[in-house]
């Protein structure tokens, strides 16, 4: 079955780093684009990324364009949110997510706080 799996983040002070990590299974990595949210409270789902496998067919979002990257490991079935110079407005639940035919898998997430 699919599964996909966020996990990696925490608490973490304005300015500072973290790395999360979606582990996917279940289906053929590399033939499905990766998407990366979040979500805060009282706020909508927005994308901030969507990796199709290759730096060229990577999207980011403009407020994370400058400070997020997206990376994979393929032998891990894993795609990874690097996230540098953070800021408290980036407090939020991160999800990543898959459209595989008519249907959307989504992670449980992982919640990231940024402090000032």
């Known amino acids: 079955d699919v599964q996909l799996q966020a996990s990696g983040g925490g608490l973490v002070q304005a300015g500072g780093s973290l790395r999360l990590s979606c582990a996917a299974s279940?289906?053929?990595?590399?033939?499905?684009?990766i998407g990366w949210f979040r979500q805060a409270p009282g706020k909508e789902r927005e994308l901030i990324s969507c990796f199709g496998h290759s730096v060229e067919d990577t999207y980011y979002a403009d407020s994370a364009k400058a400070r997020f990257t997206v990376s994979s490991d393929n032998a891990k079935n894993t795609v990874y949110l690097q996230m540098n110079s953070l800021k408290p407005e980036d407090t939020a639940v991160y999800y990543c997510n898959a459209v595989i035919g008519y249907r959307t898998y989504w992670g449980q997430g992982t919640l990231v706080t940024v402090s000032s």
């Open positions: 279940g289906f053929t990595f590399d033939d499905y684009a």
